[in-house]
C-alpha cells in the first residue's frame, strides 16, 4: 500500500510517501529548486520519494492533497462577497488543484489514465493533526493545529486515540494567532516570507511594555480568542499571495492596517536600526502569544484529561514558547514533528488517509527527521572532481568511520567552523546533524565569527546547541527530549557561561539533544568532543548561506568554498583549507590525520 502525499502551490511545496505505514521518504521542494519556502508544485520531491520507495507514479494506490475545497464553504462564499479580487487569486489557486492529476501525469510522461491512485482531499489542519499524532510516540493525547490560514481555518483542537482523531472545535477566518505574528512581523521591519523566526530572537531583548497595547491587538474569548480587526489588512481585501510560483520566494502582502501604527507608532523600514522600542515590541508580541496559546493548551489538557500533547502549525515552530508548556500546561509529554510547519501537510495527509480513512492501525514512530536524499562515497568523490578540490591548495583526506569523529573533534576544538555532511537529509528546517555547520560552543567569540564569515545575518539572532541526550538534564533546567530542535530551556545557572557562543542573551538555548540510535554519526562526533573539552555538545548551525539548506554534495562545496568555512566532511572525506596561524597543535593534528588516512 503506497501513498503519496502532496503539498502543492502553496508555501514549503512538498512530498512524502508512505508504503505500508512506514515512512519510507519526506522532502521539501526547495531542497532541489533552491528557492527559499518555493511553492508551486514539488515535481521534484515527488520524484525523490518515488525513487526512495522504488515505485513508479503507477504503482502509488493513494494521492493525498492537504487541501479541501469545500471546507467552510459558506464562510468562503461570504468573504468573496466582500473581497471579490481575493476571491479571485483563490479561484486561480484551487483551479491548480483540480488539475493536480494532469500535472501529475505531465511531469511523469504517463498517461493520467493509466494512474491507478485513488485522490483525497484532506482539510488543512487535519493534516497539520495527523502529521503531528500518527507519528508522535502516543497512543493517547491532546492535539492542537495553529498557523496563519488554511482551508480558512487557523486554529484546531482535537484529540488523538489509536488510529483516530477527534476534532472538538476550530477558529475561522479572519482570526489567526499565524497572521497576528506575520503582521507584527512585518511592522517591525522584517518583511521576507518566513521571517517570523527572527521576531522570536529579537523578543529576548526586550520587555513586554505595550501588553495592554497587544491585548487589544490579540484578544482572549471565551475558550479561544479574536483578532483586534481594525489593526488588520487581511478581512477587508484579502492578503497579496503568491503560491503558485515555484521559481521565487513567496511574496505576501501587508497585512497590518494603519491603526496598528497609530497604537504602537511608526512602523520600522526594513534598513532601519533596531531599536530599544522594537525589541520591546518584540517582547510583548511573543508574551501575548505564549498567554493566548497557553490558555488554549490548558483547556485541551482539562478537557481532554491527557498527560501528552502534540503540536502543528507554523505557531507549533515557535521554540521558545513550546519550551514553557511544560510549566504552564502540566503536559508531562510534548510533541512536535520537525516539518511542522506547512511541509508538513504532506506526511499529515498521507497518514491521514492511511488511518482514518483507510482503517489500518499505527505501527510507525518518528525518531528521527533523516528522510531525504542521501548520496554515496563515489558520488561525493565525483562531486569533489568536479569541482575540482585537489586542484585548488586545499588539503584532503579520506578516513575510516571511527576516524571522522576523532578528526573533527580535534579540529572543531582548535577553532575550526566545520561543514558536515552526511547520510540522508533533514525533513524540516532545522538542520540536525547531516547538514549542518558546526564550532566550538564555549568560545564567546564564536557566534560572531559564525555571523561574520559565513552566515551573515542579524547580531540578535541566536545560534543553537546539539548535546548527547544523556547530558541534558546536567546542562538544562529541562530535561525532555528535544531532538528535532523545536523547544528552548533555560540553562542551570551553574551553566550559564559554558556554552557562550550557543546562549541566548535571556539565558536559554534552542537545544537539540541527540539520541545514539537516532543519528550514531553526529552522536558519536558530539561525544568525542566532549572527550575532548568536558563538554558533549557543539553549535549547530544550518549548512546554507542565505539559501535554503544544503542538499547535494557539489552545493555543500559551493557554499564552503565561498565563505570562510575551514573544514568540510562530507562522508568520509575531510577537506581542509590552510590556516598559517593554526599554530603547531593544529599542524600536529593535519600530521595526525595524514597519518591515519594512508
Not at 489509536?162 to 475561522?172: D, E, F, L, M, Q
Not at 526586550?206 to 488588520?232: H, N, Q
Not at 497557553?294 to 505557531?315: H, Y
Not at 549542518?436 to 545560534?463: G, H, Q, V, W, Y
Given at each position: 500500500m503506497n501513498i503519496l502525499g502532496i503539498n502543492a502551490y502553496h508555501a514549503n511545496a512538498s512530498a512524502a510517501l508512505i508504503s505500508d505505514g512506514q515512512l519510507v521518504a519526506a522532502v521539501e521542494e526547495e531542497r532541489f529548486n533552491r528557492v527559499k519556502y518555493a511553492a508551486g508544485f514539488p515535481v521534484s520531491a515527488i520524484r525523490y520519494c518515488l525513487k526512495a520507495a522504488g515505485v513508479t507514479l503507477n504503482e502509488i494506490d493513494h494521492i493525498a492533497i492537504p487541501r479541501n475545497p469545500w471546507?467552510?464553504?459558506?464562510?468562503?462564499?461570504?468573504?468573496?462577497?466582500?473581497?471579490?479580487?481575493?476571491?479571485?487569486?483563490?479561484v486561480r489557486v484551487l483551479s491548480s488543484f483540480v488539475g493536480i492529476p494532469e500535472t501529475l501525469a505531465q511531469a511523469f510522461d504517463t498517461d493520467p489514465k493509466g494512474m491507478r491512485a485513488q485522490f483525497h482531499r484532506v482539510e488543512h489542519h487535519r493534516a497539520h493533526l495527523a502529521s503531528a499524532f500518527f507519528v508522535s510516540p502516543f497512543d493517547q493525547a491532546a492535539l492542537l493545529s495553529a498557523d496563519g490560514l488554511g482551508d480558512f481555518a487557523s486554529t484546531m483542537w482535537a484529540t488523538g486515540e489509536?488510529?483516530?482523531?477527534?476534532?472538538?472545535?476550530?477558529?475561522?477566518f479572519p482570526h489567526s494567532l499565524g497572521i497576528c505574528y506575520t503582521a507584527l512581523t512585518q511592522y517591525l521591519g522584517f518583511l521576507k516570507f518566513?521571517?517570523?523566526?527572527?521576531?522570536?530572537?529579537?523578543?529576548?531583548?526586550?520587555?513586554?511594555?505595550?501588553?495592554?497595547?497587544?491585548?487589544?491587538?490579540?484578544?482572549?474569548?471565551?475558550?479561544?480568542?479574536?483578532?483586534?480587526?481594525?489593526?488588520?489588512?487581511?478581512?477587508?481585501?484579502?492578503?497579496?499571495?503568491?503560491?503558485?510560483?515555484?521559481?521565487?520566494?513567496?511574496?505576501?502582502?501587508?497585512?497590518?492596517?494603519?491603526?496598528?501604527?497609530?497604537?504602537?507608532?511608526?512602523?520600522r523600514p526594513a534598513e532601519a536600526p533596531i531599536e530599544q522600542k522594537h525589541k520591546d515590541v518584540a517582547a510583548s508580541l511573543q508574551a501575548r502569544l505564549?498567554?493566548?496559546?497557553?490558555?488554549?493548551?490548558?483547556?485541551?489538557?482539562?478537557?481532554?484529561?491527557?498527560?501528552?500533547?502534540?503540536?502543528?502549525?507554523?505557531?507549533?515552530?515557535n521554540c521558545v514558547a513550546n519550551g514553557k508548556l511544560f510549566d504552564q500546561a502540566s503536559f508531562e509529554q510534548i510533541f512536535v514533528q520537525p516539518a511542522a510547519g506547512d511541509a508538513g501537510l504532506a506526511l499529515g495527509a498521507a497518514f491521514h488517509v492511511y488511518h482514518e480513512i483507510l482503517g489500518y492501525p499505527r505501527s510507525f514512530q518518528m525518531r528521527q527527521a533523516y528522510w531525504g536524499p542521501e548520496y554515496s562515497a563515489a558520488q561525493i568523490r565525483t562531486a569533489m572532481d568536479e569541482k575540482r578540490i585537489c586542484h585548488d591548495g586545499l588539503d584532503t583526506w579520506e578516513l575510516p568511520d571511527e576516524k571522522i569523529a576523532q578528526a573533527t573533534a580535534q579540529y572543531i576544538s582548535e577553532g575550526d567552523v566545520v561543514g558536515w555532511f552526511s547520510g540522508r537529509?533533514?525533513?524540516?528546517?532545522?538542520?540536525?546533524?547531516?547538514?549542518?555547520?558546526?564550532?566550538?560552543?564555549?568560545?564567546?567569540?564564536?557566534?560572531?565569527?559564525?555571523?561574520?564569515?559565513?552566515?551573515?545575518?542579524?547580531?540578535?539572532?541566536?545560534?543553537?546547541?546539539?548535546?548527547i541526550a544523556e547530558s541534558t538534564g546536567e546542562f538544562f533546567k529541562q530535561s525532555h527530549p528535544s531532538p528535532f530542535m523545536t523547544f528552548a530551556y533555560p540553562l542551570r545557572p551553574e551553566k550559564r557561561n559554558v556554552l557562550p557562543a550557543s546562549t541566548h542573551v535571556d539565558g536559554s538555548c534552542r537545544l537539540q539533544t541527540v539520541d545514539r540510535d537516532a543519528n550514531p554519526r553526529f552522536w558519536r562526533l558530539i561525544s568525542e568532543f566532549g572527550r575532548l573539552t568536558g563538554i558533549p555538545a557543539l553549535v549547530n548551525t544550518s549548512f546554507n548561506d542565505n539559501e535554503p539548506i544544503v542538499c547535494a554534495p557539489g552545493e555543500a562545496i559551493d557554499c564552503f568554498l565561498r565563505t570562510q568555512m575551514d573544514t568540510l566532511v562530507m562522508g568520509n572525506y575531510i577537506v581542509r583549507k590552510p590556516r598559517p596561524a593554526d599554530g603547531e597543535r593544529s599542524a600536529a593534528i593535519s600530521s595526525w590525520v595524514s597519518e591515519v588516512s594512508r
Open positions: 471546507a467552510r464553504m459558506g464562510t468562503k462564499l461570504l468573504h468573496a462577497l466582500r473581497m471579490p479580487g481575493f476571491a479571485r487569486e483563490r489509536g488510529h483516530r482523531i477527534r476534532v472538538h472545535g476550530s477558529i475561522a518566513g521571517d517570523e523566526y527572527k521576531v522570536m530572537g529579537l523578543s529576548a531583548y526586550g520587555e513586554p511594555a505595550y501588553s495592554d497595547e497587544f491585548r487589544r491587538i490579540l484578544v482572549s474569548e471565551g475558550k479561544g480568542f479574536r483578532l483586534g480587526l481594525k489593526y488588520f489588512n487581511h478581512h477587508r481585501h484579502g492578503a497579496e499571495m503568491s503560491w503558485r510560483d515555484a521559481e521565487q520566494t513567496p511574496v505576501l502582502g501587508r497585512l497590518f492596517s494603519s491603526d496598528l501604527e497609530k497604537q504602537l507608532g511608526p512602523s505564549e498567554e493566548v496559546l497557553f490558555q488554549l493548551v490548558r483547556e485541551q489538557r482539562e478537557r481532554s484529561g491527557r498527560k501528552a500533547l502534540c503540536l502543528a502549525g507554523g505557531v507549533a515552530l537529509a533533514e525533513w524540516g528546517p532545522r538542520a540536525l546533524g547531516n547538514r549542518s555547520i558546526l564550532a566550538d560552543p564555549r568560545r564567546p567569540d564564536m557566534k560572531d565569527t559564525l555571523n561574520c564569515r559565513i552566515k551573515r545575518r542579524e547580531a540578535f539572532r541566536p545560534f543553537a546547541p546539539s548535546i
